[in-house]
């Protein structure tokens, strides 16, 4: 299992544990976490699952394609770190990773 630390938006902080090979949308929305709608269910097409990536993490992951790179840019409340949680696969480079979840998904 790999570890993910999350703070919410009201900074309230947890964590939870993911499983190498699934994405860390599906993992969080395993472990119940709120504030990760994911209505598309990972098919990339409706930005509800977003996450903030701690600067510290970000060159540990693959960098987004041009697409997820374009819809980050429209959802509500981005930030440079934005990622969508659907597209970052979890590996044991991952443990401990941290994340900030949005104030809104919409
Ligand atoms: S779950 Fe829809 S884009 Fe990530």
Redesign the pocket.
């Known amino acids: 299992m790999v570890r993910v630390r999350y703070r919410t938006a009201d900074g309230i902080e947890g964590a939870f544990d993911a499983s190498p090979g699934l994405s860390l949308?599906a993992s969080a929305k395993a472990a119940g976490i709120d504030g990760i709608e994911?209505?598309?269910?990972?098919?990339?097409?409706?930005?509800?699952?977003q996450v903030y990536v701690a600067e510290a993490w970000l060159s540990t992951l693959e960098p987004p394609s041009e697409m997820e790179a374009e819809m980050v840019e429209y959802t509500r409340h981005p930030r440079p770190n934005s990622r969508?949680s659907?597209q970052i696969v979890m590996s044991e480079a991952l443990d401990g990773i941290e994340i900030e979840l949005p104030p809104s998904q919409r």
């Open positions: 949308m994911a209505e598309c269910g990972g098919s990339m097409v409706c930005a509800t699952c969508l659907c």
